[in-house]
Every structure is written in structure tokens, then in C-alpha cells.
């Protein structure tokens, strides 16, 4: 009969009533940390096992009970008694991995190497992250209003304030964009409002039109989301091949970042935005505008943004003060129609109840006494000092045919083409060891391609530490081209610029 029966019917729980109920339990503890007594299985009924190994029920009874002390069976009145799960041998942490969702496994190993390690380690130069020249932080200036709003503080201020925003951050915001505060939605970056997106508009299966490369977490957003993604090449922008992906694939909607792209720093003109909006419309794709650079040129101002060009509420526009203040902020916006932005709200409320009040009220006093504006001036003088020693640096450090590149006219960055051969993600390796970091190409696109390429901020470090960082690049791209097993895999994405799409989860 069960497992149970024949683990214990050779005889070996025969002697006094003790001794037997011990050899009981000791046989059935062998049958279960061997394994012959599966987690979940049902041992015998008492009585009926009793019966079986003419012993008498009090011996199963006790047996059972003592293998229910060490944690090995369970009784559930009524129902039976049950082989639990082996307990975990002392010190082994829990196996969380294994309970996590794919879809938050889908973040890659290249990219928690790259950017969390480098922004936190002062020892190593950070090209990876997208961060404004924190040296320009209007420091003074936020601590005096800072001190003027905690000087007036009331204890209600520490309770939670409006979902949407606290009123005088978003009445600043819509008085800067000429629109009503209902349509602006304060968020925590605007990495959380491409979050609400996705969870307010992607449903499992959807395609997405994103960018190709593009700002890569939110791709991951996105196919977090459920969505399938579909590349649109980000540089060549061209409209007619946007329309037949549209036609082809029936978007959910387009994703695009159309002044100083994260990562290739390229804008639209006037005539490619006009078009777009115009597809929008036509085949009614909401069109979400990422914008976190606009306001970051360097000689001119770049065309107006979609939203500004939508007439129809087609838009829906994301800003943020993490480019132009500081990333750590946390302060964000989304201005939208008003009906979107009650949704939006309403995914914000599963998300974060709120965001950090006390900041929102420094940056609506900002906004409010135009300080903003004196800042930005300053800010983009710096970094066009910055692009310049960037561009100089890497000018004299690296040939033409290892390293091309042009020079980014706003933004943070600069997209670079490594020779052929070359890999990035091990370039980067080398470059960490190295003590200088950037972002592989290949977390840009949706499809695997950009393994030569890289992605540098020139904005982040000060003049000497980019010049210094380009230095050890070399060194990291010269020990990889001496070392060309360890990059030979690297040949650009085979594939033609047909376009692949990721699946769903
Ligand atoms: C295009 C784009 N969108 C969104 C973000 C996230 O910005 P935030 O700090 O406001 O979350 C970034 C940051 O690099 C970005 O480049």
C-alpha cells in the first residue's frame, strides 16, 4: 500500500509501546529526508495504519505527533496529516529569485553593473549616468526658500497633500505651459510617469512604437507592461517608415523623446514633429512626448515641443526638474488632458500615495520667482563648457576609424560608434576596472543591436575628470583591442535594419 506502509512494514517497529513509537517516527523522518515521501503527500490514517502494522493507535498517534514537533507533518483536523516542505538547512538565505516576476528579471546584468556600481563609487569617473552639472545647483537659493516655507510650517504640511501635486507647484507648472492646472499631474520623476503610462495604457500583447535606440528604461517599463515593442529608427526619423510600422503593427501608442534623444542627443525638426502629430491624429495613436532636455540647447532653442503643436489633446507630455536641477529631486510632471490625468492619478495612488511635499513647494516658489530661468542660463553655459572638453578629449584621444562621434548641439550626451569589432559592454568592463564608466549601446534597442556603440555624458563631471575619463577609456579600448578574443563577438546586430519585435511576456 502507501509509502508509509512499506517504510515501516519490515519489521523494524516491533519492541515496547516507547521504542516502537520512536522507530515509527524514525523510519517515516528517513522516508521524508530521502526524499521517498514527497512535501504535500498524505500519510495514513491512524487507525487505518494502525490496523495495517498491527500495532496499536496510540503508537501511530504519538509518532505522528512527534514528527509534527520537528516541523516534518502536519494534522489538519478533519482532513489528515501532511509531509511538509524540508526545512531549509541553517544560514541558506531565501531562494527569492525564484519567486520574482520574469518581468522584473527582464532588467539586464549589463545594466545593473553599469550604472548602479558606477554612480555610487566616487572612485570611478561616470559617463553612465544622465545627471546635469551639479556644481550649478542654485544651493543658496534653495535653502533660503526652503527656510522661508519651514519658517511658516505647520505641522498638517508632514500629512500627505494632493495626489495630483501640491496646488502651488501645479498652478506654476500650468502657468509655464500656458495651461490649466487640472491638466498637470505632479509625479516622482519622470521615470514614474512613463510608469503610469504603461500601467494606464498597455494592455498585455499591445505594441509599442519606441524609439530605436532609445531611453532604455523605458523599454523596460514597457515591456514590463506586457507590451511588444516595435523600433523606430530614432535617427534617421523618418516618417513614412513610421507610418507603415503604424499600419502594420496598430500601435497602443508612439513613444518619443523628439529634442536631444536619450541617447543619440538628435531632435526633430519643426517639419518631422508636424508629421507626427499629424499620423497621431489621423490613426488616433496617443503620442507620449518624453521631454526631460528640451530646455537644454545651446546656440538655439530647438522647435516647439509636440504639445505645444497638438491641437487635438493627442499628446501626452512628460516633464521633469531631474535635467535641469538635480535627479535627486524626485520632482516630475505630466501635462495632459484632464480626463487622462484623472487616470494617470488613479494609477499613481497604487503606485506612491504622494510626492515629497516640501520639495514641491521649493520648486512652485521657483518656478514662482522666476529663478528657474537665471539657472538655466547658467547651467547651459557649463555644459556646453563640458561638450566642448568632451568633444576635444576624445578628438585627441581616439582615431576615426576605433571611435566616431558628433558633437551633441544640447542634452547630456554623446553617442558614440565604436569600430566594428568592438563590444562595448566588455569595453566597459575594462573601463569600470579602470575606474571610468559609461552605457553600453546595446541596452538602447529593442532588438540586440548597438553592441559597438556607447553612450557618454559629458554633463555630469567636472572638466578635469572628463578629461582625466577619457584617458582611462583609451587605456580600456586599447586592452581590447590587444585582447580581440574577448571582443570578436562583438560585430554589430547581423541583421539587416528589418525590424524585430520583442516578444510579450
Ligand atoms: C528620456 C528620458 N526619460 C525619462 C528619464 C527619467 O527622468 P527622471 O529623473 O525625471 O525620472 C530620463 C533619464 O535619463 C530620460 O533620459
Redesign the pocket.
Known amino acids: 500500500m502507501s509509502v508509509v506502509h512499506s517504510v515501516v512494514s519490515n519489521g523494524s517497529s516491533r519492541g515496547s509501546s516507547r521504542t516502537l513509537y520512536l522507530r515509527l517516527q524514525a523510519d517515516i523522518e528517513a522516508a521524508i529526508t530521502e526524499g521517498r515521501l514527497k512535501a504535500g503527500s498524505k500519510l495514513p490514517a491512524e487507525r487505518q495504519l494502525a490496523e495495517e502494522l498491527h500495532i496499536s493507535r496510540t503508537t501511530v498517534t504519538s509518532a505522528y505527533r512527534e514528527l509534527e514537533a520537528k516541523g516534518l507533518v502536519r494534522g489538519y483536523v478533519g482532513r489528515g496529516t501532511y509531509v511538509c516542505a524540508l526545512p531549509e538547512p541553517a544560514n541558506v538565505p531565501f531562494a527569492w529569485r525564484g519567486k520574482m516576476s520574469t518581468a522584473s528579471l527582464r532588467l539586464s546584468a549589463v545594466q545593473s553593473t553599469s550604472l548602479n556600481r558606477t554612480s555610487v563609487d566616487p572612485a570611478i569617473i561616470s559617463f553612465a ?2 545627471c546635469p552639472a551639479l556644481e550649478c545647483f542654485p544651493v543658496e537659493e534653495y535653502r533660503r526658500i526652503e527656510q522661508s516655507i519651514l519658517a511658516k510650517f505647520s505641522t498638517e504640511r508632514l500629512g500627505l497633500g494632493a495626489l495630483e501635486g501640491q496646488p502651488a507647484l501645479r498652478k506654476a507648472i500650468a502657468s509655464v505651459h500656458a495651461l490649466r492646472a487640472k491638466q498637470v499631474l505632479v509625479v ?7 510608469d503610469l503610462v504603461a500601467r494606464t495604457l498597455i494592455d498585455p500583447g499591445d505594441y509599442v512604437i519606441v524609439e530605436k535606440p ?2 532604455f ?2 523599454l523596460q517599463t514597457f515591456l514590463a507592461g506586457g507590451a511588444r515593442l516595435v523600433g523606430w529608427d530614432a535617427l534617421r526619423g523618418d516618417i513614412d517608415e513610421l507610418e507603415k510600422l503604424i499600419l502594420r503593427y496598430h500601435p497602443k501608442f508612439i513613444c518619443t ?1 523628439p529634442t536631444f ?2 541617447p543619440t542627443s538628435r531632435t526633430l525638426s519643426l517639419d518631422q514633429r508636424k508629421d507626427l502629430i499629424r499620423l497621431a491624429v489621423r490613426y488616433r495613436i496617443p503620442l507620449i512626448e ?4 528640451n530646455t537644454l540647447y545651446f546656440d538655439s532653442p530647438p522647435p516647439r515641443s509636440l504639445r505645444e503643436l497638438d491641437e487635438h489633446g493627442v499628446v501626452i507630455h ?1 516633464g ?4 535641469i536641477l538635480a ?1 535627486g529631486l ?1 520632482v ?1 510632471y505630466i501635462l495632459a488632458p484632464e480626463n487622462v490625468v484623472d487616470l494617470l492619478a488613479l494609477a499613481k495612488e497604487r503606485a506612491s500615495l504622494f510626492t515629497a511635499g516640501l520639495e514641491q513647494l521649493i520648486l512652485a516658489e521657483m518656478l514662482g520667482v522666476g529663478l528657474l530661468s537665471a539657472h538655466l542660463e547658467r547651467l547651459r553655459q557649463e555644459h556646453q563648457v563640458r561638450r566642448n572638453a568632451m568633444i576635444d578629449a576624445l578628438r585627441r584621444a581616439f582615431p576615426k576609424n576605433i571611435l566616431n562621434f558628433t558633437a551633441p548641439m544640447g542634452g ?1 550626451y554623446v553617442w558614440c560608434g565604436l569600430r566594428r569589432d568592438l563590444k562595448a559592454v566588455e569595453i566597459n568592463r575594462l573601463a569600470i576596472a579602470n575606474g571610468v564608466a559609461f552605457t553600453p549601446g546595446e541596452l538602447f534597442y529593442p532588438d540586440g543591436a548597438g553592441v559597438a556603440q556607447m553612450r557618454l555624458c559629458f554633463t555630469g563631471s567636472t572638466v578635469s575628470r572628463i578629461v582625466e575619463g577619457v584617458r582611462r577609456l583609451r587605456v580600456a579600448v586599447d586592452s581590447a583591442i590587444r585582447s580581440p578574443q574577448e571582443t570578436s563577438r562583438g560585430q554589430e546586430s547581423s541583421e539587416d535594419d528589418s525590424l524585430r519585435v520583442h516578444p510579450a511576456r
Open positions: 549616468l544622465g516622482a520623476g519622470s521615470q514614474q510617469g512613463l532609445g531611453y528604461i523605458a523623446t534623444q536619450n518624453d521631454d526631460p532636455y512628460l521633469t526638474f531631474s535635467k535627479p524626485r516630475s547630456l
